[in-house]
C-alpha cells in the first residue's frame, strides 16, 4: 500500500506540474504530457526514492530529482516538441514543481520508514523465535588412522 500510494503522489504530481510547464509554453497534447508524467515518475521513484534517498539523504534526493527531471524534460522535449531553446522554462518550470511536491513525499517516505523501522526492531526483541540460544561444545582431537 505504501509503494502505490507513493507511486499515484508522484504521478499526480507529474502531471499537474507538466500539466503546467508544457502546456504554458507550448501546445503540447495529453499523450506528451501522460508520457513525460510516467516516464519521470518511474525514473524519480526508481533513481531518487529507493537508492539516493536511502543511502544520501533527503537534500541529495531533491537535487537529484531537480536534475533528473529538468535533464529528462530537456531532452525528450526538445525531441518530441521541436522547440529546443523554449523547452528549457518549461523544464525549469516542472522540475520546481515537482521538486517541491518531493519534499514532502520524502518527508511522508522517512517518517513511514523510521516507523517501519522502529516496528522491526521491537517485534525482534519481543519475538522468542528469533531468540536462539548457543550451542557449546568441546572440540575433538581428530584421529590419525595413518600413524
Known amino acids: ?18 500539466a503546467i510547464a508544457l ?4 501546445d503540447a497534447s495529453l499523450a506528451d504530457i501522460v508520457s513525460f508524467s510516467l516516464l519521470v515518475t518511474v525514473m ?5 526514492d529507493r537508492i539516493i534517498l536511502p543511502r544520501l539523504g533527503n537534500r541529495n534526493a531533491l537535487i537529484a530529482d531537480f536534475f533528473l527531471v529538468y535533464a ?12 529546443y531553446l523554449q523547452i528549457a522554462w518549461g523544464s ?7 521538486t517541491f511536491s518531493e519534499v514532502f513525499i520524502h518527508r511522508y517516505l522517512l517518517k513511514t520508514a523510521a516507523s517501519n523501522h522502529q516496528d522491526n526492531r521491537e517485534e525482534a526483541v519481543l519475538n522468542p523465535r528469533l531468540a536462539y540460544g548457543m550451542e557449546m561444545a568441546e572440540e575433538k582431537e581428530p584421529t590419525r588412522d595413518w600413524d
Do not use: C, H, P, R
Open 23 to 26: 502546456d504554458l509554453f507550448f
Open 1 to 18: 500500500m505504501n509503494k502505490t500510494l507513493i507511486f499515484i503522489l508522484k504521478s499526480a504530481a507529474s502531471l499537474i506540474a507538466f
Open 92 to 98: 525549469i518550470i516542472a522540475a520546481g514543481i515537482i
Open 44 to 48: 524519480s521513484y526508481l533513481l531518487g
Open 72 to 83: 529528462s524534460v530537456w531532452v525528450f522535449g526538445s525531441v518530441l516538441l521541436n522547440s
